[in-house]
Structures are given as C-alpha cells and as structure tokens.
C-alpha cells in the first residue's frame, strides 16, 4: 500500500510537496505516526529519519510559479503522479490519498482510496505527511538565508501576521504565489 499526502497547499510562498511512501517488505512503521501538523517539529523530524529507513519515498515538487501557471489542482494532481511514479507503483497497487479530491481518476491507478484526514488516521498516510511537512519546511528554512527578512524560518510560506507585515513593508518574492488572494491584493494596492 502507498500512502500519499501534500504539504505547501495554502501556502503564500514557496512550492507545493507531495510525498508518497510504500513500506519497504519486513519492515514496520515506527510509532507515534499521526498528521504531522499535530506532532512537535522534534518529534516530526525524528520519525521523518525512521520513516525514510524503512519506507520507499516519491516526492512531487511543485514550484510556485507553475502553479499560478497551472493553477493548483493541475499542480496537485502533477504532483501526486510525480511522486507515484518515482515509486514505480504498479498498476494494481493500492494507494491511499489523504483529502477528498482523488487526482488519479483519470491515471491506469485504479485502487485509489481517498479519505478526509487519512493523514491522522492511516499510519501510512501519516508516514507520507510527516516526510512531506519535514522536507518542504527544512526547504522554506533554507530560502531563509536567500531572503532573510521574510521570516521564511518562521512562517514556512503560510499567510501568518509576520509574513503579512513583512510583505507589507519589502513586496513579494519571486517565490510568492502571485495566484494567491493576499498577494494579489497586495500587487494591487
């Protein structure tokens, strides 16, 4: 079974990640697995590192400029192809997507599950969202150095009072999301 999740959707700022993971044979998930956005950033890294020992990982990146090119259901659903296909999933193979929207409807996947907040109540879903928080937000971190007034470190990307105020006083990036309500109204003021 695959679990897939996605990090970055509601973002103002940088890409969108889709993560999807497969246990590798005699191996078992670690403990503890539940959404990321509800475990610490200790322990969401920690299970991150035990997840990639014992989990085959696929990873769809999404920039924010192909998705204001694409919109964000096109990326969405690029995205999971991505990270699927970088598994080398077969056709028969079960998938479990966290959400309610299946983006392999119109793929050869046919054993799609799709299910609301399957990244707090599927362990391999959990496992996918955990690898996909950690990744995209050690990514936001790193920009940080590129633009260090953006609070990138702080905020990872999402509409927060910090990132407001600060695209406020210096503008967008290029890796803001130009699609994005808040930061077209800002272009527009």
């Known amino acids: 079974m695959i679990g897939v999740d996605e990090v970055g959707r509601g973002a103002w700022a940088g890409p969108l990640l889709v993560v999807a993971v497969r246990l590798k ?27 990639i020992e014992v989990c085959d990982v696929g990873d769809g990146w999404v920039s924010s400029d192909v998705i204001d090119s694409l919109g964000l259901s096109v990326a969405l659903k690029s995205a ?16 479990i997507l966290d959400g309610n929207v299946n983006y392999f409807k ?32 050690k990514y936001m971190i790193d920009l940080s150095e590129i633009y260090p007034k ?23 990036t290029k890796i803001h999301r130009f699609s994005v309500k808040p930061i077209r109204d800002l272009i527009a003021l």
């Open 25 to 51: 044979s005699g191996k078992s998930l670690p403990k503890g697995l539940r959404d990321s956005k509800k475990l610490s950033k200790k322990k969401r890294d920690s299970l991150a590192s035990k997840i």
């Open 80 to 95: 999971c192809l991505l990270a699927v296909l970088k598994l080398d999933a077969r056709n028969d193979e079960s998938i």
């Open 106 to 137: 119109d793929t050869h996947y046919k054993k799609v599950s799709v299910k609301i907040r399957a990244d707090d109540t599927e362990p391999i879903v959990s496992a996918a969202s955990i690898v996909a928080k950690v990744a995209r937000d």
């Open 150 to 172: 953006f609070g990138f470190d702080k905020h990872v990307g999402y509409g927060t009072k910090l990132h407001r105020e600060n695209l406020k006083k210096y503008g967008t």
